[in-house]
């Protein structure tokens, strides 16, 4: 693969889903999103995940140009969801920064997780918010697909719409989110050798439905894995996913950019 060359000043992309509000990144968020734009990655969605982390995510975006705050409650830390909470949910949905509710959903995989019952009790809470606010989910699904598709399904997901986050189902399980209008968002995962079902939902999504992310700190692509992820490493990406698709570079990250902003910005 060739050498990705930002002096040849390539299309904008959109990390539409990353955490600069992680510890990791408190030292310096604003050289983390500098060298993202050296780039080209002049856009990304921080996506809060509980109390604190929602607080950042809207802080970053008011500081940053080009930063866009997603706030809800990942299902890891639903402990915390009260009315009380809901509340104060409900209040930053009003900031000019925030587009979209997340991230949300359900985790089976990790025994001290909450259990299943109080995620759906949250996820349902934040479905009905974002049904309400017409704004769109960014949905966590982990050895929970067959739940979170139903809920999904009962919260009529198509009136609002969101995307379904760092996809790790395969062709016949991302055609049942697609068929709820959901977008898919692919992340560092895509690029890894043995990501064989992630690879083959990628040719199964449409064009117009392909989202693509960092989820920084977490899942650093090829050739950087298992060095801490950031914004910047869209790029690697991104040229992954060209190289997959039979497309040019720019081709794809023009089509991730404008699905984005067709999601998340053009209200």
């Given at each position: 693969?060739?050498?990705?060359?930002?002096?040849?000043?390539?299309?904008?992309?959109?990390?539409?889903?990353?955490?600069?509000?992680?510890?990791?990144?408190?030292e310096d968020v604003t050289a983390?999103?500098?060298?993202?734009?050296?780039?080209?990655?002049?856009?990304?969605?921080?996506?809060?995940?509980?109390?604190?982390?929602?607080?950042?995510?809207?802080?970053?975006?008011?500081e940053l140009e080009g930063v866009?705050?997603?706030?809800?409650?990942?299902?890891?830390?639903?402990?915390?969801?009260?009315?009380?909470?809901?509340?104060?949910?409900?209040?930053?949905?009003?900031?000019?920064?925030?587009?979209?509710?997340?991230?949300?959903?359900?985790?089976?995989?990790?025994?001290?997780?909450?259990?299943?019952?109080?995620?759906?009790?949250?996820?349902?809470?934040?479905?009905?918010?974002?049904?309400?606010?017409?704004?769109?989910?960014?949905?966590?699904?982990?050895?929970?697909?067959?739940?979170?598709?139903?809920?999904?399904?009962?919260?009529?997901?198509?009136?609002?719409?969101?995307?379904?986050?760092s996809f790790t189902g395969d062709?016949?399980?991302?055609?049942?989110?697609?068929?709820?209008?959901?977008?898919?968002?692919?992340?560092?995962?895509?690029?890894?050798?043995?990501?064989?079902?992630?690879?083959?939902?990628?040719?199964?999504?449409?064009?117009?439905?392909?989202?693509?992310?960092?989820?920084?700190?977490?899942?650093?692509?090829?050739?950087?894995?298992?060095?801490?992820?950031?914004?910047?490493?869209?790029?690697?990406?991104?040229?992954?996913?060209?190289?997959?698709?039979?497309?040019?570079?720019?081709?794809?990250?023009?089509?991730?950019?404008?699905?984005?902003?067709?999601?998340?910005?053009?209200?």
């Amino acid at each position: 693969m060739a050498i990705y060359d930002p002096s040849k000043r390539p299309e904008a992309a959109y990390d539409s889903h990353t955490h600069l509000n992680e510890t990791e990144f408190s030292e310096d968020v604003t050289a983390y999103w500098a060298r993202a734009r050296e780039y080209r990655i002049m856009e990304m969605n921080v996506v809060g995940y509980n109390h604190l982390g929602n607080a950042q995510a809207i802080e970053i975006a008011h500081e940053l140009e080009g930063v866009h705050a997603i706030v809800g409650f990942q299902p890891e830390d639903v402990n915390e969801v009260n009315d009380a909470e809901m509340a104060i949910l409900r209040d930053q949905l009003n900031d000019d920064t925030v587009v979209g509710l997340g991230e949300m959903g359900l985790d089976y995989h990790w025994e001290d997780n909450p259990a299943p019952e109080v995620q759906k009790a949250a996820f349902a809470a934040q479905l009905d918010l974002a049904r309400e606010t017409h704004l769109p989910v960014t949905v966590h699904a982990r050895d929970a697909f067959d739940d979170v598709y139903d809920m999904l399904k009962a919260h009529h997901v198509e009136e609002f719409g969101g995307v379904m986050h760092s996809f790790t189902g395969d062709a016949k399980e991302v055609q049942r989110f697609l068929d709820l209008g959901m977008y898919i968002g692919f992340s560092g995962m895509v690029t890894f050798k043995k990501s064989d079902d992630i690879k083959a939902a990628l040719q199964a999504v449409p064009l117009d439905r392909i989202l693509v992310e960092t989820d920084a700190p977490f899942l650093a692509p090829t050739p950087m894995r298992g060095k801490m992820n950031e914004p910047m490493f869209t790029h690697y990406t991104l040229e992954n996913m060209a190289e997959q698709l039979g497309m040019t570079y720019n081709e794809i990250a023009k089509i991730t950019t404008d699905n984005a902003h067709r999601l998340w910005l053009d209200k």
